[in-house]
């Protein structure tokens, strides 16, 4: 079973992989090969086809990034709220309050023990949230989807003219 995270570390992979492969001199040649073979077309389809989805999936991993933030804050939260159950799981402040009003040391040993018990499951559930990639890792791996797009445009047989250049023409 794959984790978001693996899924991301799985994108970084493809994403070397692919670069890798543009450094190729195949793929420096690609857009020659192409018009001596009259498939300039088809190229430049492939091609931008295969922008388009890196451009949609750039798109799909700027548009988490927001509930990654809320979820680290979150996580934050509760382990703030665990370190608090631990602390109280050990007793002590259980055993200064039994002593200040003169009651038996177990009086509240049934509390303390659910309370450790609390802080077990909650540890627990906080691993769960291994599985999330980090916020921080996003806006690198969009970098990466770019900039993957733009190596891919300078293949095709005829590149998209800039703004600038449409205009002078």
């Known amino acids: 079973m794959s984790t978001t995270a693996d899924i991301f570390d799985d994108l970084n992979d ?6 890798d492969l543009l450094t ?6 690609a857009p020659k090969i192409a018009r001596e073979l009259g498939a300039e077309t088809q190229l430049d389809t492939a091609l931008d086809f295969f922008i388009s989805g890196l451009n949609q999936l750039a798109g799909g991993v700027e548009k988490l990034r927001g509930p990654l933030v809320q979820a680290d804050t979150v996580v934050a939260e509760f382990e703030i709220i665990a370190d608090s159950l631990g602390a109280f799981g050990k007793g002590e402040a259980f055993s200064d309050l039994s002593l200040f009003f003169g009651l038996p040391a177990n009086t509240f040993a049934p509390l303390v023990a ?9 540890v627990a559930g906080l691993g769960l949230t291994d599985i999330l990639p980090s916020p921080e890792s996003l806006p690198h791996i969009n970098r990466r989807l770019k900039e ?5 445009e300078k293949l095709k047989t005829k590149p998209m ?3 600038a250049t449409a205009q002078q023409s």
């Open 14 to 19: 493809l994403l070397d992989s692919v670069h």
């Open 24 to 29: 190729m001199d195949f793929a420096k040649n």
């Open 114 to 122: 659910n309370i450790a018990k609390s802080h077990q499951f909650l």
């Open 148 to 152: 993957l797009g733009g190596a891919l």
């Open 161 to 163: 003219l800039s703004a």
